[in-house]
């Protein structure tokens, strides 16, 4: 008797994970092997605590458009044929909407995203732009200080600095500026309660798993983030006060007021009549920041690191930033960012070798036959796009490592001159800000961000990068999903001034 309940038990576990690890075989998807033995189950475990290695391993192997995989006890379905993926994040609307993004108005389902979209326009980043650009001269300030300290230890030394570091600080500056209202400089003030939260949030991300990672999380951060938002909601609802930025357009949001119009100034609606709490308006702030910081941090800092191994990319940019009209007073202006056609080549570069999101993630939320294919995908099994694999895959890319901004040549022609370009060929595997419903509804708020304080830095600075070190610098993603430099981007820097 005593044994037979150890050997019931042990039948009951052993049938239930052979059930989970059976299923894309039991539906007729192609799918991996999956069994019991010590290498699978170290493969499962490692793609669950989102090692995006795992997943890279798992789009390389085999041929198939399509493959079932396991992450844990969890059966994703990995999609690795660049048509499918596009079709299905551009037409799926509805089957696999991002739960985070909805809210609820008298009885319709509203998603915030396309509502909040309107923040991002050029008419209004414009008007942000003088916000951003104080940031990065702030940045500037700070490293001409630490140069000119620095000469009081040794006359002519060159000042060597953590660029990776420094440029964490220029982005949680921007969205303390844009997305929190507050004038912060977090190169002076290093206990700012962002920088805190920024430091909490990197290391329990690195315990997330792929499964706890959908388990709500608070910390008292959250809280002293929310009183933040409140006070200064407050000062725009109550005491009149306009500063032109997001958080701005998202009282106005609040408020019920049109977005897309010119006007800053909030039109106050009863409190019934609110569209957004001030719960849920600093949850969508807390999400911009996470979702924003390393991806403005890290596509600026793995661009310096591409760029400046390569003497001619620097000395293109060069040439572009002094093509810029500055005003008197030095001031960039937006408008003329447009014209910045080879740094938008740099950055999108950057972005397909090295995307700050490097897998998207989509849960079905309705039953979806996956489009020109006989399969089907039940509600709530996961299906996930590797973007970097794709992006890294010599099939869509020609020889992937090498950092070659011209590749996107082709594609920039073609979004300038539709007509006359007709010949290239239309097919573009880049999918560095997502596609459809959920594509990075902020991509041209991260592009000014990152070009103020490339040409802030090219401009003031002459940077060095000990070439023996670049070639050993590992660049992984651990904690994941970050992508960084494993012991950040040490440069050479000395002041210049380059003459327009
Ligand atoms: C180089 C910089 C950036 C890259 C490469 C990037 C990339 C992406 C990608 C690939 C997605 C699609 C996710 C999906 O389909 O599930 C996305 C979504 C999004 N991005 Fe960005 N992003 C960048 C910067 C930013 C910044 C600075 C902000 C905010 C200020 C932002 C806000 C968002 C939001 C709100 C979404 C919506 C979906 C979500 O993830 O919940 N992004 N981004």
Redesign the pocket.
């Known amino acids: 008797m005593w044994l037979l309940l150890p050997i019931l038990l042990y039948s009951v576990i052993f049938l239930s994970v052979r059930h989970i690890y059976s299923h894309w075989r039991r539906k007729g998807f192609p799918s991996e092997r999956a069994g019991l033995s010590w290498q699978f189950l170290h493969q499962a475990y490692r793609r669950e605590f989102r090692h995006v290695e795992a997943i890279c391993e798992a789009y390389q192997a085999g041929r198939e458009r399509l493959l079932g995989i396991y992450c844990f006890f969890r059966p994703v379905l990995l999609i690795r044929n660049v048509e499918l993926a596009q079709t299905i994040?551009q037409q799926s609307n509805g089957h696999f909407n991002?739960l985070?993004?909805d809210y609820v108005k008298g009885y319709k389902r509203f998603n915030l995203?396309e509502k909040l979209s309107p923040i991002f326009s050029s008419k209004r980043l414009n008007e942000m732009f003088g916000k951003a650009e104080k940031v990065g001269d702030g940045m500037v300030r700070h490293l001409l200080q630490t140069i000119k300290l620095g000469e009081f230890d040794g006359p002519g030394k060159d000042l060597e600095l953590d660029l990776q570091q420094l440029l964490r600080v220029y982005a949680i500056n921007i969205i303390g500026s844009l997305?929190y209202g507050l004038d912060v400089n977090n190169f002076e003030q290093q206990d700012h309660i962002l920088s805190s939260y920024v430091n909490h949030y990197r290391v329990s991300s690195s315990m997330q798993s792929f499964t706890l990672g959908r388990l709500p999380k608070k910390s008292s951060f959250t809280y002293r983030l929310r009183d933040l938002i409140k006070q200064n909601v407050e000062l725009r609802e109550d005491g009149g006060l306009i500063r032109k930025d997001i958080l701005q357009l998202l009282v106005k949001f609040r408020n019920g007021n049109d977005l897309s119009g010119e006007k800053w100034q909030v039109e106050h609606t009863y409190e019934q009549d609110k569209v957004l709490s001030i719960k849920r308006l600093a949850k969508v702030a807390e999400?911009?920041l996470k979702?924003?910081l390393d991806?403005?941090a890290s596509?600026t800092t793995l661009t310096l690191f591409e760029i400046l191994q390569e003497p001619l990319i620097v000395e293109k940019l060069l040439a572009e930033i002094k093509e810029l009209s500055n005003s008197d007073e030095g001031h960039l202006k937006f408008e003329e960012f447009d014209g910045l056609k080879y740094m938008d080549m740099c950055l999108k570069e950057t972005?397909r070798k090295y995307?700050?999101?490097p897998i998207?993630?989509?849960i079905c939320r309705k039953t979806y036959t996956l489009p020109n294919t006989k399969f089907t995908i039940a509600e709530g099994k996961t299906l996930m796009v590797p973007?970097l694999a794709i992006q890294r895959d010599e099939k869509y890319f020609s020889d992937p490592m090498k950092y070659k901004p011209m590749r996107f040549l082709h594609s920039q022609m073609r979004d300038n001159d539709a007509d006359s370009c007709q010949d290239l060929s239309k097919h573009d595997a880049f999918?560095?800000?997502?596609i459809g419903g959920?594509?990075?509804?902020?991509?041209n708020?991260?592009k000014m961000?990152?070009k103020i304080a490339l040409i802030k830095l090219l401009k003031n600075f002459h940077m060095q990068l000990d070439s023996t070190l670049a070639e050993s610098m590992e660049i992984n993603h651990q904690p994941a999903p970050f992508i960084q430099t494993k012991d950040g981007l040490k440069v050479k820097l000395k002041s210049r001034k380059i003459k327009s």
């Open positions: 994040l991002e985070k993004w995203l997305v999400d911009l979702i924003s991806a403005i596509t972005v995307p700050p999101l998207i993630e989509r973007l999918l560095g800000y997502g959920a594509q990075c509804v902020a991509q708020f991260a961000v990152i």
